[in-house]
């Protein structure tokens, strides 16, 4: 087989993975920037379309985020690329509003926001990104630089849950670098070249030239990659069992308003404590290993409890543990309703084109307007630009004659199952639920971490 058939495969491999791994929808988005590593997915993607009858429906998106001059000319690149391969391309365009604080956690949130939405928009089950193998390396290497060990190290996964019915996947995750640079060199195609890729200032940079200079055991960091990754595999296992158990058994309860609530709590066991903490309190990033484990120690001691965690409170009122979001010291973030669906709090998904008067907003928390008690304080509410609530919660709809109900749906099982080994991950609630994982950051070689 050809390298171009090769990669083909892999692609072909990857898509019929997350498919099996999560039954997910029809086509296939492939995110491309213009870099020699996606440049050879797309010429691999186009390889794959002439030579399967079976494959999914492709499409092509790149994300310009004007960040440089140059990013609205490269997307045009890719576009007229695809143009003559035959493949729909969309530039997905990000206009920030003034920001502050981290630019790169803001990017890395607006480009898969938009990819996913682009996803959504298409039908698509699955996105595609380019990640390789020295991609893989650089991440375990910083990963064990921050002292991570054991399965904090496996670095990324071949495939991994985006959103309720989207997979990320990561098909070219065993092949090399120099090894899709070269397919690009082959059809003949300029990549583009990032300077910012080469900038030492950023320590992945640095890592990775480090790494071409020959100063970094290769084989020993994919001989620890390979250690690390059985062993999560192992540990997902373990807890989707855990999850399982604990549906099996009636103990496992997840209300409509966000709650988590076991009876007979009987263990602590920290990677489960760790997702309902991290489920219920609608963050991006689990809490601190030695926050979970002091959580656990308290919640081992008798008597009824009452604790905070990572905008989660947890109450244990003799064996029945319930975990809800907390209001804090401010409320949840409001949202500006979308064309399709927008995500609450990393909580709830509204479905924009259901919502009566859909122009009014924002969506907030109940407690941003001064009313509710302790749990009903975090639940949506949409007011118009008097303040007066046009559509709520239906926990809250009694508070507010006439006000419509909005449309929403829960993520919480969804955000517990994900990545897991579960065909379903939606199982653990009714219906499906749409949430967004934390994103990886704009020009992924400048990022400390990705996607997990």
Not at 6 to 13: E, H, I, P, T, Y
Not at 173 to 195: N, Q, T, W
Not at 275 to 293: C, D, K, L, M, S
Not at 316 to 322: A, H, Y
Request: one cysteine or more; aromatic letters at 4%.
């Amino acid at each position: 087989m050809s390298d171009l058939g090769s990669r083909a495969g892999a692609l072909r491999q990857g898509w019929r993975t997350g498919q099996a791994a999560r039954a997910i929808a029809p086509g296939l988005l492939l995110a491309v920037s213009g870099g020699p590593d996606s440049l050879a997915m797309l010429i691999a993607a186009a390889e794959w379309r002439t030579s399967d009858a079976l494959v999914p429906p492709l499409a092509v998106a790149t994300v310009d985020h004007g960040l440089r001059p140059e990013s609205s000319a490269e997307a045009r690149f890719v576009a007229e690329i695809c143009g003559e391969l035959g493949l729909p391309h969309r530039t997905l365009n990000w206009q920030p509003a003034a920001l502050r604080g981290n630019l790169a956690a803001a990017a890395r949130a607006a480009r898969y926001g938009l990819l996913a939405l682009e996803a959504r928009r298409l039908g698509a089950g699955a996105l595609a990104t380019a990640h390789h193998r020295d991609d893989q390396i650089e991440t375990h290497l910083l990963a064990r630089e921050r002292g991570a060990l054991g399965p904090a190290s496996a670095g990324m996964r071949d495939w991994r849950d985006l959103e309720p019915g989207l997979v990320l996947l990561r098909p070219f995750l065993g092949i090399e670098r120099g090894a899709l640079a070269k397919d690009v060199r082959r059809a003949g195609l300029r990549a583009i070249d990032d300077p910012t890729n080469r900038d030492v200032r950023y320590r992945r940079a640095a890592l990775r030239l480090a790494i071409d200079r020959g100063e970094v055991d290769r084989d020993a960091a994919l001989a620890a990659l390979g250690s690390a990754g059985r062993e999560r595999d192992a540990a997902d296992a373990a807890l989707a069992l855990r999850l399982a158990e604990l549906r099996h058994e009636g103990r496992l309860e997840l209300t409509d308003a966000g709650a988590i609530v076991i009876d007979r709590w009987q263990s602590a066991d920290q990677p489960l404590l760790s997702r309902f903490v991290t489920a219920a309190g609608g963050g991006a990033e689990a809490p601190a290993t030695q926050a979970i484990a002091r959580l656990g120690e308290r919640l081992s001691c008798e008597g009824d409890v009452s604790s905070t965690l990572a905008g989660c409170r947890i109450e244990r009122r003799g064996g029945r543990l319930e975990w809800n979001r907390e209001f804090g010291r401010s409320a949840p973030a409001p949202v500006q309703l979308g064309l399709l669906a927008v995500c609450f709090d990393g909580r709830f998904d509204i479905d924009a084109r259901a919502v009566p008067d859909p122009d009014v907003g924002p969506v907030l928390a109940l407690g941003a307007i001064g009313l509710g008690n302790w749990r009903d304080r975090t639940l949506p509410v949409l007011t118009d630009d008097s303040g007066r609530v046009r559509a709520a919660h239906r926990h809250l709809l009694e508070r507010f004659p006439g006000a419509a109900e909005l449309p929403l749906r829960c993520r919480i099982g969804w955000r517990i199952a994900a990545n897991l080994p579960v065909r379903t991950p939606f199982a653990l609630t009714a219906g499906l639920q749409i949430a967004a994982n934390g994103t990886e950051p704009v020009g992924k070689d400048l990022a400390d971490t990705y996607l997990r």
